[in-house]
Every structure is written in C-alpha cells, then in structure tokens.
C-alpha cells in the first residue's frame, strides 16, 4: 500500500519506535520486493528509500515504478523516499516522478560561515513548499554525516551538531523530519563509533518532530535503540543491505545448481535478505505497528 511517510513517523516518534528506511540500490528489484515481503510478514510499515546516484543505472522512474509495483502487492504502508536530495531540481524531479517522501540535504553548508544555517533553511523551505502542493513530506538535515570509506577510514569531516543550531533551523522552516549529525556516519565503521545521544536528549526539550538516524550499519543495537527512545523516529541503512544482498547472490552463485537462471540466483538472494530485513524491523519496534 503505496502511502507518504507523515502520519507514519509522528506514530512512530509518539509511541517509542522507529521505521527501517532501506537502500534498494536504484530499482534493484530483489531488494525491494525483500523489503516488501518483510514489512507484510513482519505487519511493519517500511520506507524504500533512493540515492541519486544508484539511479545512474536504471533510472530514478524505473525505481519508482518498481517500488509502485510492490507496494501494490502488500498491505502494509509503503513509502518511497529520496534519500539526501542535494538541491531543489532533484527533489521537484522527485516529486513528479511520485516519490511519496523527499530529504533535502542542505549540510552542504558549513555551520562556521553565518549565513550557512539561514541558507540551508531558505533552501528546505522551497523544497517544502512546493512539496506541500503534492502532499509530500519533506525530511531536512543539519551536520554533515561522517563519510568512511570500505575499510572504515574517515574520508570527510563530521559535524556533530550543537542543539541550539538546531533550535535556530527549526525557528526559520518546519519540516516534517530532521536528520541531524551526532557522530554517525555512512559505510563500516571501524571500531566503535562517537555518537552523542545527548545531542538527542537536547533536542527532544524543545522539539517533538520526528528524528531520523542515518548510517545504521554497524551501529551497535542499544545505541539505536536509545536514539528510538529520545524521539529517532526512521533509521537508515544502506551499506548493509547493499553487502547482504551481494553475499547472499554469491552465495547462490557457489552452492545452488542455478544453470544459469539468474532468477534462481534473485530469488535465493530475496529469501535471505528478506531476513536480515526482519532482524531490522525488530530492531526498529516496528513489527506489527501497520
């Protein structure tokens, strides 16, 4: 069932869980339909979301239709998500193409330069104005994650973010969710990772909309599950199933008497991602909550 994903994370946000926003690698079928089948199985609702650039290959629309088309076949709410739009033009590319849920990504801006906040928020406020005539909720971010590359060695600065910025960002526009930099990060982490619940616990004194934790992977369980309780309302991962799904076709690959039918090797990949699918649900509290 093909929804936006508002009315789901304010529940979320109220009632002390979050909902998994996975990565399906621009269209991947395998994945999406393994996200699908979990969140029915599981009674969650599930949030399919889309980096720009794993739609190089097949092509924003083709994932959208993708994602339609499995949505179609459940009864549980499905949101399709634009994950870190970085400008006004991808996010309106977005919204025509019928995303359900976008994310401008304004952490571009530097918090050291003065106007860097002000420009961050007059840029989500585009974005969510015209979003607003598609009935689409927008998701905002303030500090720039952590980037780490496939050893989990840091390749850009992190920015954890210091709560008064984000009661001044939320003073100059209102979106639907915000994301906010408190030492997580995209890709493995290697060893443990800094993150700064406290950061969390600040924010929720002055704010009650729904938070959003990027750069699950890896993460240990209790420390997502304490961001969950300070207000995390949608938790990220990408990197994850990325890896799952890659192993699991390998996996295939060497044991299954496939003869070369790709669809036997798919559907083997989609019965064991749909499972590590379940284990992020119940990480999330989301099980049965549609």
């Known amino acids: 069932m093909l929804v936006t994903n508002k009315e789901n994370l304010i529940e979320a946000s109220k009632n002390g869980y979050a909902i998994p926003a996975l990565n399906t690698q621009g269209g991947n079928y395998d994945i999406i339909w393994a996200a699908c089948r979990a969140a029915e199985e599981m009674k969650s609702p599930i949030i399919l979301a889309h980096y720009v650039s794993t739609g190089a ?29 970085a400008d006004f033009d991808i996010c309106m590319e977005a919204l025509k193409l019928g995303f359900t849920s976008v994310m401008i990504d304004g952490s571009k801006f530097d918090f050291e330069e003065n106007i860097a906040l002000t420009k961050n928020a007059a840029m ?31 390749m850009e600065n992190k920015n954890i973010v210091d709560p008064c910025e984000v009661k001044e960002f939320l003073g100059l526009c209102q979106p ?93 990949a989609n019965d064991r991602l749909t499972e590590d699918i379940k284990d992020i649900i119940r990480l999330a509290g989301s099980e049965g909550k549609a």
């Open 176 to 268: 639907d969710s915000l994301a906010i930099g408190i030492g997580n990060a995209h890709g493995y982490y290697k060893g443990e990772p800094d993150i700064h619940l406290e950061v969390l616990e600040a924010v929720r004194k002055f704010t009650d909309i729904p938070l959003v934790l990027h750069g699950c992977t890896g993460m240990k369980e209790e420390i997502v599950k304490e961001a969950i309780k300070l207000g995390v309302a949608k938790i990220n991962f990408g990197t994850e199933i990325r890896y799952k799904y890659v192993e699991h076709y390998e996996e295939g690959l060497k044991t299954l008497d496939h003869q070369g039918h790709s669809w036997k090797l798919s559907q083997f």
């Open 124 to 154: 989500t406020n585009e974005v969510i104005k015209v979003a607003k005539c598609f009935g689409v909720p927008v998701e905002a971010e303030i500090g720039e994650l952590l980037r780490l590359d496939n050893m989990g060695t840091v």
């Open 57 to 85: 290959y097949s092509g924003h629309d083709w994932f959208v239709q993708v994602c339609k088309w499995c949505a179609d076949k459940v009864s549980v709410p499905v949101s399709i998500h634009l994950d870190h739009g």
